[in-house]
């Protein structure tokens, strides 16, 4: 427990989650308390404390047996000596030998008779006044009786507990009448009788009730000790035989680690139910500030696809790309419990509890891992384009020297002029820089590649038709699908980009020499990690989630996408990618107004 106080003090997410049991843990227990409570297990814990509160329990649980069985002999033996006392008081020979000369004579011997046979200690008869006719020592017969009669002189029942010449005993003193043995003709007691047990006579019958008390509570603090005992083993294997200490250290880190790490992640429980989500898996799949999600069932998730099917199937899986919405994520999805083959003692027996999933958002990895690729191949050609110009220098110097000056200039000239021109004209049809840039870019890495990459001289679009992201994502990915199927193609590799605004939407069309899409391509292009090639180590998530981010793309921005292959009469015969997207009402006006322009409509 005093680690437990020390880590609270140090640690603010810990502080903050158990500090309302620190206070008392730090400032109510003594260091030698403390010490001892953090080395014994919770386990432990909860059967000492079992033990001790039952054994409290049973001890009190005897001395209030004890005390009311010693009261219920007490009364018992009230009710023996008063009923004895009134059957004796209606025994006419009784009164009979009241009357006569000496009842002393005849009252002595049937009174021991009567103590003898109603296992009794004492039957004494005597005058209303007090005075004794009978007792079990004689000597004391004509003396004063010692205790309460004068009630019982005047017609009532003294029944009491007094120390008389016997010592302490539980007596009654009821009257004698004449004739039936009532009052009810009003007469006076002719007599009384007094029947008592002594006090050591009732402890006596207490002492045989009291080892069945004993027993019994023997037996119940034997049991409840088992029942801890077996509590306590199985508390210590769902516990992992961890101590309270840990525990409160586990869910203070747990706590802490959650809020920290940038990763999402999702706990599914035995049930198929959420038991925990972060605030990154809640930001990855939109969630906000939706506080109820927790045990509700996991198909509440906003998941689609091959996402969903994982999370419902449990299976484990380590790094496997999926898309989330727009976003492309690494999964890793493990069973929780103890490991395949674990044979301890702590985790005997204990099946899954569930699932945990940890999702790492790699859409900005991804951009950056084709920023790179692209950086590559941007050195690559210009490695080609250093190599080519050494030849190209050499040759115009060579052309000096040989005094052609004029075809030393053209062929200097000649390859700037083309990069002018084409910067120009894609300038000059695209109002978009990021668009701009991209198919400058793509037309480099199509040069390095010996792929002719052609932007058809119909292609414009005005500022602000659709989002820069949005158009970058899909012309990127179609061009670049478009330039790996043109390579699979035959020797004179071409690409095709058509970007036409019409009527109330944006069309970009694209299209290769390559072989085409296959059946199966036609019906699976858009799953996510589907593809028709084959993913190299620099690329190991990089493959079958182009198209589906395509898809993903067009769909939020309400457009559609459609894909074919090139008829026969066509001339270039690969596939074709047709993408519609919506278009903006200032951008359509810009349309318009084009068009109305090259028509000739004032």
């Known amino acids: 427990m005093d680690s437990l106080g020390q880590e609270s003090r140090t640690d603010p997410v810990r502080a903050r989650r158990v500090g309302g049991h620190t206070g008392w843990m730090a400032g109510g227990r003594s260091a030698s308390a403390r010490a001892a409570g953090s080395r014994l297990g919770l386990s432990q814990q909860v059967f000492v404390l079992s033990v001790v509160i039952v054994a409290i329990v049973v001890g009190v649980g005897v001395v209030v047996d004890i005390v009311a069985a010693d009261r219920l002999v007490h009364r018992g033996a009230e009710r023996r000596v008063e009923s004895v006392a009134e059957s004796v008081a209606s025994m006419p020979d009784v009164a009979a030998a009241l009357h006569s000369d000496d009842p ?40 004063h009786f010692a205790g309460t009669f004068e009630p019982a002189a005047r017609g009532g029942t003294v029944v009491e507990t007094f120390k008389g010449s016997l010592g302490p005993s539980v007596r009654a003193v009821v009257p004698i009448y004449d004739g039936n043995g009532d009052s009810d003709d009003g007469g ?50 769902q516990t992992f035989g961890m101590g309270a200490a840990e525990l409160a250290g586990v869910y203070a880190h747990h706590d802490a680690v959650l809020h920290a790490v940038r990763e999402g992640l999702v706990v599914i ?63 890793t999805q493990v069973p929780i419990g103890p490991p395949p083959g674990s044979r301890s003692k702590a985790t005997k027996g204990r099946a899954s509890l569930g699932t945990v999933m940890t999702i790492r958002d790699h859409s900005e990895i991804k951009s950056l891992a084709d920023e790179l690729s692209a950086t590559r191949s ?12 050494a030849n190209r220098l050499h040759t115009v110097v060579m052309l000096a020297q040989l005094g052609d000056v004029d075809a030393a200039v053209r062929l200097a000239t000649g390859e700037v002029r083309a990069t002018r021109m084409l910067t120009s004209r894609l300038s000059g049809q695209f109002e978009e820089a990021a668009l701009v840039a991209l198919l400058l870019g793509k037309a480099s890495e199509a040069a390095q590649r010996s792929i002719e990459l052609n932007v058809t001289e119909a292609s414009w679009l005005p ?140």
């Not at 200690?121 to 079990?136: A, K, L, N």
């Not at 002719?190 to 047990?197: C, D, E, T």
């Not at 099917?309 to 299976?315: K, N, V």
């Not at 941007?378 to 110009?389: C, G, P, W």
Request: glycine share 10%; aromatic share 2%.
């Open 104 to 143: 002393s004579a005849t009252l002595q011997p049937l009174a021991e008779r009567l103590r003898h046979r109603t296992d009794v200690s004492f039957v004494v008869f005597m005058t209303p006044d007090g005075i004794r006719y009978s007792h079990p020592n004689r000597a004391k017969i004509g003396g």
């Open 188 to 237: 006076a007691p002719v007599g009384l009788v007094s029947v008592g047990v002594t006090v050591n006579t009732v402890t006596s019958d207490v002492s045989y009730v009291l080892p069945l008390i004993l027993g019994t509570a023997v037996v119940a603090l034997a049991v409840a000790a088992l029942g801890s005992l077996w509590i306590a083993r199985r508390l210590r294997r």
């Open 269 to 331: 429980d035995g049930d198929g139910r959420i038991a925990l989500i972060n605030d990154a898996a809640r930001q990855l799949f939109g969630l906000g500030d939706v506080r109820d999600i927790q045990g509700r069932p996991a198909g509440v998730l906003p998941v689609t696809g091959s996402l969903a099917e994982l999370l419902a199937s449990g299976d484990t899986v380590e790094d496997e790309v999926h898309l989330a919405g727009e976003r492309l994520v690494v999964v």
């Open 378 to 389: 941007l050195a690559d050609a210009l490695r080609a384009s250093n190599h080519e110009s």
């Open 463 to 602: 500022e602000d038709a659709v989002e820069p992201v949005d158009l970058v994502t899909i012309v990127g990915n179609l061009v670049d699908n478009a330039m790996d199927a043109a390579t699979a193609g035959p020797e004179h590799r071409r690409v095709e980009v058509s970007i036409e605004p019409q009527c109330d939407r944006v069309v970009v069309k694209v299209r290769d020499s390559g072989p085409g899409f296959s059946p199966e391509a036609l019906d699976h292009v858009f799953e996510p990690g589907w593809s028709t090639k084959v993913a190299g180590p620099d690329r190991r998530h990089g493959r079958g989630i182009g198209m589906a981010l395509v898809r993903q793309v067009v769909a939020r921005l309400g457009g559609a996408v459609d894909v074919a292959n090139s008829g026969p009469d066509d001339e270039l015969p690969g596939a074709i990618v047709t993408v519609h997207l919506p278009i903006g009402a200032t951008a359509q006006e810009v349309a318009r107004v084009r068009e109305d322009a090259r028509a000739g409509t004032p």
